[in-house]
């Protein structure tokens, strides 16, 4: 089993910092990606950004050049780094990975629980 459990998540002032963290356990061969989503109230899931081995990561229009992905492999960990945060950044964040826990089955989905970003004056 693959377990994402994600932290760094709280309540903040515009214009400031947060570091969520989201770290993969268990059986785990190889991570082939790690996303974050985020899902404000009444709203649908939306992708924030995503990191690949070997890839330039990607971030969504509305985050980009405020947000930074980033990942520590040998911790099987993914990062995001939240500058300049605004009041509709408020969502819970989640991080997404898929994992190779069997090679003969390949990849598949895990998600973690999510955390709370709040922001507000």
């Known amino acids: 089993q693959v377990q994402l459990v994600e932290s760094g998540g709280g309540s903040v002032q515009p214009g400031g910092s947060l570091r969520l963290s989201c770290a993969a356990s268990?059986?785990?061969?190889?991570?082939?990606?790690m996303d974050w989503y985020r899902q404000a109230p009444g709203k649908e899931r939306e992708w924030v950004a995503t990191?690949?081995?070997?890839?330039?990561?990607n971030s969504a229009d509305s985050v980009k050049g405020r947000f930074t992905i980033s990942r520590d492999n040998a911790k099987n960990t993914v990062y995001l780094q939240m500058n300049d945060l605004k009041p509709e950044d408020t969502a819970v964040y989640s991080c997404?990975?898929?994992?190779?826990?069997?090679?003969?089955?390949?990849?598949?989905?895990?998600w973690g629980q999510g955390t709370q970003v709040t922001v507000s004056s």
């Open positions: 997404r990975a898929v994992i190779v826990t069997n090679w003969a089955r390949g990849a598949n989905e895990y």
């Open positions: 990191i690949i081995s070997g890839r330039s990561p």
């Open positions: 268990g059986s785990i061969l190889s991570i082939n990606s």
